[in-house]
């Protein structure tokens, strides 16, 4: 799962919280943080949770910039597939 942020580590904890606490499914979460001050890398990495990686990208992206950039950190068979790369 691909949790895209700005400025808010408060929602991105709960979003994140969601993602791993789904049933019967494999999770791993990819957070992409293009906030200048990286806000939410402290939050992401105080979970200390295996499944959960964290990526600081240049900000302020141009717009979709981050996404395409999403899509090839990620790394996954599924997710290149969807992105076409």
């Known amino acids: ?37 990286a806000s939410a890398e402290e939050a992401v990495r105080g979970l200390r949770d295996p499944r959960i990686d964290y990526l600081k990208i240049p900000s302020p992206p141009e717009a979709g910039r981050a996404w395409f950039g999403t899509w090839d950190a990620a790394g996954t068979r599924a997710v290149r597939t969807l992105s076409g790369r």
Not at 7 to 26: G, I, K, M, T, W
């Open 1 to 37: 799962m691909i949790i895209p942020t700005f400025r808010r580590p408060a929602a991105l904890l709960e979003a994140v919280a969601s993602a791993v606490d789904q049933r019967d499914v494999s999770v791993e979460v990819l957070v992409i943080d293009d906030s200048p001050e």
